[in-house]
């Protein structure tokens, strides 16, 4: 079983940086693959960041070059550094945990990121 709890978020203005956080709960994590989500209102989730339990990245289109997902396997923790934010990002994001090597996955409950213009 894994549990994940999300802080960070916040309000921030157009052009600022805020860092979100991932604590797990349950040693699995450090074997899982690890990711980030937002879902914005009226809108579906969708996958921002995703990082693998050995380090492999990939971003979506909307935030290459601005954020940047990590893990510290060693604290149990997921992070996404978010440079540049824009109010298009403003959204609630999950942390996402796909234990492959017991078949589950899990969310956080979600943080609130809001950007103003």
């Known amino acids: 079983q894994v549990q994940l709890v999300e802080s960070g978020g916040g309000l921030v203005q157009s052009g600022g940086s805020l860092r979100l956080s991932c604590a797990a709960s349950?040693?699995?994590?450090?074997?899982?693959?690890g990711a980030w989500y937002r879902q914005a209102p009226g809108k579906q989730r969708e996958l921002v960041a995703q990082i693998t339990s050995v380090g492999s990245t990939n971003y979506a289109d909307s935030v290459k070059g601005r954020f940047t997902i990590s893990r510290d396997n060693a604290k149990n923790t997921l992070y996404l550094q978010m440079n540049s934010l824009k109010p298009e990002d403003t959204a609630v994001y999950y942390c996402?945990?796909?234990?492959?090597?017991?078949?589950?996955?899990?969310w956080g409950q979600g943080t609130q990121v809001t950007v103003s213009s």
């Open positions: 349950g040693s699995v994590f450090r074997a899982s693959t």
């Open positions: 996402y945990a796909n234990a492959w090597v017991v078949g589950q996955t899990y």
